[in-house]
């Protein structure tokens, strides 16, 4: 099946809304291309600041753009955020479908957006050179990279360029004279976002918060969409740099909201279950480690252990299984924390209003105090933000369960010509009906049926996680290394069948 055939089958098996309500269209239809003198209305201007978006090659819509400065105590930091508020009104057409979709969901094809195209690739998002409202996170942060002091500002901006985050790792970690050479008016601003970014991480280590290193699989297409490799995508400190921007602007959201008494949906985390903390250590124990912090760890103990395998050969395997103990992070109308990020105070998601409805929500509130000086009138009913917590929370898991379908599928594809041949992999998981093994380098992931270990009859251990064979005692056991023929492909169902070589 093509493609095009594959997502358009799944996007009716989630569900996923595609059709704008003649409403909704209306409404994006009525609103200018530009921004009209009015809506400069008690503005600051930004437009002379050096304010630069940075996102992925293959981003179309622009949330943010940052800027830095040094102070005498440390540095001024500035994330300005795309102001979809202003056109997004609470009640509106748009905004009930907006919240309807709840996110937006990128394809390798095609995008399902959270507002109509001329919203969210025009009119907000942060193309260069083009005038856009925006909302301003100013902070203030010290030599230790906490945040002394921020306040939040309606401006109006020009985002001065657009750089890629290959580009930003090439200024600023390999100093690619060429690349250097294209924005060299840019350059100071690039290397003071790289200092401050530094002491954040310092800050980042300090608190302990996880730092996950999972290279996900990048699936390269040829220009008539048909997959021409695979490649492994480590995020690096290109990335990190503008997570932990984002990651302070959402901090100051909440603490901001909060400090008003306004009602916030908070972005939670929780730690590890009694149940999947016992099966965690359970499967360490096979690999001689163990996780320390009894029964209540921090994050700094996921984070030690960490350390501890990362010169590994299995480091993969265990970092898998540590992420697989822990719960999905949700929106919640109370604040528990944040475990991963290893934060106590009120998080919250304000930096993607173009593609996130809570940060949509959050950006209101904040415009509403700017506004008025404090939070009455903004009110939301707890039975409400209940409602929109879970909502969110749902259409954000059925995103990433229909773009992992998608995956599977164009994996399932990748292999279909190779069939016969043979690959080194390493088991992943042991079951009582055979192997799970996951290829290197590849991380494309099938099983080797108990049906098909023909040399002997295998009895599974439960304990020790392995299969061993009854007359002749071989044992396959978690990280073993293995070679593997691939024997049969069903993309229908996702499924990726081997036999040992």
């Given at each position: 099946?093509?493609?095009n055939?594959e997502?358009?089958?799944?996007?009716?098996k989630?569900g996923?809304?595609m059709?704008?309500?003649?409403?909704?269209?209306s409404?994006?239809?009525?609103?200018?291309?530009?921004i009209?003198?009015k809506d400069?209305?008690?503005r600051i201007?930004?437009?002379?600041?050096p304010?630069?978006?940075?996102?992925?090659?293959?981003?179309?819509?622009?949330?943010?753009?940052?800027c830095?400065?040094?102070?005498?105590?440390?540095?001024?930091?500035l994330?300005?955020i795309?102001?979809?508020?202003a056109?997004?009104?609470?009640?509106?057409?748009l905004?009930?479908?907006?919240?309807?979709?709840?996110?937006?969901?990128?394809?390798?094809?095609?995008?399902?957006p959270?507002?109509?195209?001329?919203?969210?690739?025009?009119?907000?998002?942060?193309?260069?050179?083009?005038d856009?409202?925006?909302?301003?996170c100013?902070?203030?942060?010290?030599?230790?990279?906490?945040?002394?002091h921020?306040?939040?500002?309606?401006?109006?901006m020009r985002?001065?360029?657009?750089?890629?985050?290959?580009?930003?790792?090439?200024?600023?970690?390999?100093r690619d004279?060429?690349?250097?050479g294209q924005?060299?008016?840019?350059?100071p601003h690039?290397?003071e976002?790289?200092?401050?970014y530094?002491?954040?991480?310092?800050?980042?280590?300090?608190?302990?918060?996880i730092?996950?290193?999972?290279?996900?699989?990048r699936?390269?297409?040829?220009?008539e969409?048909?997959?021409?490799h695979?490649?492994?995508l480590?995020?690096?400190?290109?990335?990190q740099?503008?997570?932990e921007y984002?990651i302070a602007a959402?901090v100051?959201?909440?603490r901001?909201l909060?400090?008003?008494?306004?009602?916030?949906?908070?972005?939670t985390h929780?730690?590890?279950?009694a149940?999947?903390?016992?099966?965690?250590?359970?499967?360490?124990r096979r690999?001689?480690?163990?996780l320390?912090?009894?029964?209540?760890?921090?994050?700094?103990?996921?984070?030690?252990?960490?350390k501890?395998?990362?010169?590994?050969?299995?480091d993969?395997l265990?970092?898998?299984?540590?992420l697989?103990?822990?719960?999905?992070a949700?929106?919640?109308?109370k604040?528990?924390?944040?475990?991963g990020?290893?934060?106590?105070?009120?998080?919250?998601?304000?930096?993607?209003?173009?593609?996130r409805?809570?940060d949509?929500?959050?950006?209101?509130?904040i415009?509403?105090?700017?506004?008025?000086?404090?939070?009455d009138?903004?009110n939301?009913?707890?039975?409400?933000?209940?409602?929109?917590?879970?909502?969110?929370?749902l259409?954000?898991?059925?995103a990433?369960g229909?773009?992992?379908?998608?995956?599977?599928?164009?994996k399932?594809?990748?292999?279909?010509?190779?069939v016969?041949?043979?690959?080194?992999?390493?088991?992943?998981a042991?079951?009582?009906?055979?192997?799970?093994?996951?290829?290197?380098?590849?991380?494309?992931?099938g099983?080797?049926?108990?049906?098909?270990?023909?040399?002997?009859?295998?009895?599974?251990?439960p304990?020790?996680h392995?299969l061993?064979?009854?007359?002749?005692?071989r044992?396959?056991h978690?990280?073993?290394?293995?070679?593997?023929?691939?024997?049969?492909?069903?993309?229908q169902?996702?499924?990726?069948?081997?036999?040992?070589?």
């Amino acid at each position: 099946m093509a493609l095009n055939l594959e997502i358009d089958t799944a996007i009716y098996k989630y569900g996923l809304p595609m059709e704008w309500p003649d409403a909704v269209i209306s409404e994006a239809n009525q609103l200018s291309s530009e921004i009209l003198k009015k809506d400069k209305h008690n503005r600051i201007d930004f437009r002379e600041h050096p304010l630069i978006t940075i996102d992925d090659s293959n981003a179309q819509d622009y949330d943010d753009a940052v800027c830095c400065q040094r102070t005498p105590s440390g540095w001024k930091l500035l994330v300005a955020i795309a102001d979809v508020s202003a056109y997004v009104i609470s009640g509106s057409a748009l905004d009930n479908e907006a919240c309807l979709r709840g996110n937006s969901i990128y394809f390798p094809d095609r995008v399902i957006p959270m507002l109509p195209e001329s919203l969210s690739n025009g009119l907000c998002s942060l193309n260069p050179q083009e005038d856009r409202l925006c909302l301003v996170c100013e902070m203030l942060i010290d030599k230790k990279g906490e945040i002394a002091h921020s306040r939040f500002i309606e401006g109006i901006m020009r985002s001065q360029a657009r750089l890629t985050y290959d580009e930003l790792a090439a200024i600023v970690i390999m100093r690619d004279t060429d690349i250097r050479g294209q924005y060299k008016a840019f350059i100071p601003h690039l290397e003071e976002l790289y200092q401050l970014y530094k002491i954040l991480k310092r800050a980042r280590v300090r608190r302990g918060a996880i730092q996950f290193n999972q290279a996900e699989t990048r699936i390269v297409f040829n220009s008539e969409k048909k997959i021409e490799h695979l490649e492994l995508l480590v995020r690096g400190d290109a990335q990190q740099m503008i997570e932990e921007y984002m990651i302070a602007a959402n901090v100051a959201a909440g603490r901001f909201l909060q400090e008003n008494k306004a009602p916030i949906l908070y972005r939670t985390h929780d730690g590890p279950t009694a149940d999947k903390l016992e099966n965690l250590r359970t499967f360490l124990r096979r690999f001689g480690i163990r996780l320390s912090g009894g029964e209540y760890p921090k994050p700094a103990h996921y984070t030690a252990l960490l350390k501890r395998v990362a010169k590994r050969a299995d480091d993969h395997l265990i970092e898998t299984a540590l992420l697989r103990s822990l719960s999905r992070a949700v929106y919640h109308p109370k604040n528990t924390g944040h475990f991963g990020l290893s934060l106590n105070c009120c998080y919250t998601h304000f930096t993607s209003p173009i593609r996130r409805y809570p940060d949509l929500l959050i950006q209101r509130g904040i415009r509403h105090i700017i506004r008025n000086g404090n939070c009455d009138g903004f009110n939301m009913k707890a039975e409400r933000l209940k409602e929109l917590s879970t909502h969110c929370s749902l259409t954000e898991c059925r995103a990433d369960g229909v773009m992992r379908d998608i995956i599977y599928w164009l994996k399932c594809e990748y292999m279909v010509d190779k069939v016969g041949k043979t690959f080194p992999a390493k088991i992943k998981a042991v079951t009582s009906f055979g192997l799970f093994v996951e290829l290197d380098d590849i991380y494309i992931e099938g099983l080797v049926h108990i049906s098909r270990l023909y040399n002997d009859y295998y009895h599974f251990d439960p304990i020790h996680h392995r299969l061993q064979g009854k007359r002749n005692r071989r044992t396959y056991h978690l990280s073993e290394s293995i070679k593997v023929r691939l024997i049969r492909i069903n993309s229908q169902k996702r499924k990726i069948d081997f036999e040992p070589a």
